[in-house]
């Protein structure tokens, strides 16, 4: 159904140049930009904003470099997509994991179900783990599969997008905290991926729909963009967040997703928060306020 739900929206995005469209033009980025400002002026943190809508952009401190945490998921995800391409693997096709290959002090979903560490899993699987439930593990046996941090690097690359940097995986950044702000990006940066992801410019179309429809599964993060959107709205995102640290920062507290607006447009949104020392609670409020301001901006342009 989700499957169907996507392939919906991208048939009614071919029409919507048809249909009454508000894009976000100069002068609402400036209303934006400032009820942004209003909302952060008593906040310590540091927030980037990234928005694409029809061809029109919009962007609030995106020239700082955010440390991307799970949300270099994403990136992961289509290296290793497009390598399978260019191996004929199927989604289906199932792989042996040793226990020796997992670690057992991140985060990992898929200890809780395999305690051995011992197991078969399938390509598919293993995304859904990595993406869907945002597993460390997962995340670390697909960029082996893909040939390295640095493969994945070069297949972002290659895709031409911009404004980002990786060279780490999340051992590393588990062995180094400060190691977390070397993967980074521009919010504009990761627009453009999931704009690239969701246009099917990447991926084949079988990859390009698994994708899409893993995202729109992701039940992590409802208090984020998700907070900020009407409850009938679709969306696919991923999150990411490092949790508090000693000092008492939160690295970053990010989301980044597609939303399919009522009349077929879709609208691609990143919100990052950087060095916090605002609560979990407040972080989330910040990113699911601003998809709020965001969304009546391209919906209400009058109001």
Known sequence: MLTRQILSATLLLLFSSILPAHALLPE???TVSHRIEQLLQDKSATVGVACSINGQNFAFNDTVRYPLMSVFKLHVAVAVLQRMEADGTRLDEILHIDSTQMRRDTYSPLLD????????????????????????????????????????????????????DLTETEASMHANIPA??????????????????????????????????????????????????????????KTGSSGKV??????????????????????????????????DATN???IAQITRIIYRAITQPCR
């Open 28 to 30: 609402a980025s400036a």
């Open 113 to 164: 179900r395999y305690p051995s560490g011992c197991f078969d899993i399938s390509y598919a699987q293993l995304l859904h783990y990595a993406l869907a439930l945002s597993d460390n593990n997962a995340c670390d046996l697909l960029i082996a599969r893909a040939g390295g941090i640095d493969a994945v690097k070069s297949c972002i690359d290659r895709a031409g997008i911009t404004g980002y």
């Open 180 to 237: 977390c702000y070397r993967n980074w990006g521009h919010p504009s940066s990761v627009v453009q991926l999931l704009q690239k992801i969701h246009d099917g410019a990447l991926l084949n179309e079988e990859h390009t729909r698994f994708i899409c429809s893993t995202l729109v599964e992701i039940s992590t993060g409802t208090n984020k963009i998700r907070a900020g959107l009407p409850s009938d709205i679709t969306l696919g995102h």
């Open 246 to 279: 000693t000092d008492g920062v939160t690295i970053a507290d990010n989301d980044a997703g597609f939303i399919v607006l009522p009349d077929g447009r879709v609208c691609y949104l990143t919100v990052f928060v950087k060095d916090s020392r605002e609560s």
């Open 284 to 286: 989330a409020d910040l």
